[in-house]
Nanobody, 123 residues
Framework: QVQLVESGGGLVQAGGSLRLSCAAS????????MGWFRQAPGKEREFVAA????????YYTDSVKGRFTISRDNAKNTVYLQMNSLKPEDTAVYYC????????????????WGQGTQVTVSS
C-alpha cells in the first residue's frame, strides 16, 4: 500500500557529508511518522532518526545528534537525512521506514520499509 525508495547513499571520506532521500508512493496519506534505521554487518538494526507528520517532533539516536538532521516535505512525500561530519562507524545500510501511527525508535512500530541504501565512510 505504501512503497518507499531510498537514494543518495555512496562512498565518502570521514568528515564528509551525504544527503539521503526517501520517496514514498501509494497510500501516502496514511503515513504519520517517518524514520531512518541503519544496519551494519553482524549488527542489529539500529534506530537513527524519526520525524512526525507535522514536523513538530524530531528524534535522534545519541550517536548522531548534532551531525544528522531529519526533515520531510509532505508535498513531495519525501523524507531526508542530511548527514554531516560522517564517521567510519556510520557505515551501514540505511533504511527508510514509515508508520501509520506515532512511532520513534522501535522498528516493529513501523509498517513500511524501503530496500535500503549503502553508506560507506572511509577513514
Amino acid at each position: 500500500q505504501v512503497q518507499l525508495v531510498e537514494s543518495g547513499g555512496g562512498l565518502v571520506q570521514a568528515g564528509g557529508s551525504l544527503r539521503l532521500s526517501c520517496a514514498a508512493s501509494g497510500r501516502t496519506f496514511s503515513i504519520y511518522t517517518m524514520g531512518w534505521f541503519r544496519q551494519a554487518p553482524g549488527k542489529e538494526r539500529e534506530f537513527v532518526a524519526a520525524i512526525s507528520k507535522d514536523e513538530s517532533s524530531t528524534y535522534y539516536t545519541d550517536s548522531v545528534k548534532g551531525r544528522f538532521t531529519i526533515s520531510r516535505d509532505n508535498a513531495k512525500n519525501t523524507v531526508y537525512l542530511q548527514m554531516n561530519s560522517l564517521k567510519p562507524e556510520d557505515t551501514a545500510v540505511y533504511y527508510c521506514a514509515a508508520a501509520t501511527r506515532p512511532a520513534i525508535a522501535i522498528a516493529t512500530m513501523y509498517d513500511y520499509w524501503g530496500q535500503g541504501t549503502q553508506v560507506t565512510v572511509s577513514s
